[in-house]
C-alpha cells in the first residue's frame, strides 16, 4: 500500500491469514485482500471498490467503539452486493 493510506488497522481473516485494512485522508477505506485489490471496475459502486469482509468488519468495529457514528452498505438491491458482515476470505 502507498503512502495515501494514514490508518492502518492488521486484520485477521478466518483462515489466519492477515490483512492490512486502511483508511486515507478522505476517509476511504481500503484492503489489501485479493477480492478487494482486484475487483472488477464493473462491480464497483459510485467509481468506488466495493468494500470487501474485512472492510464491514472494520467499519462495523469501529462503529461499536464509537469511532465512527454510520457507514454504508451497499445497495441492497443489488443481490451481489449483499455480504455479511464477519470475517471471512
Ligand atoms: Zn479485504
Redesign the pocket.
Known sequence: MNDKWITRWPVVGTSGKK?T?AQDREGNFG???Q??MFQPRERWLNGKRRD????LNKKLELLQAGTITSFSLPSLDDKKSVRIVRLED
Do not use: A, F, M, T
Open positions: 490483512y485494512v484492503c489489501d485482500c477480492s478487494w470487501c469482509q474485512h472492510i
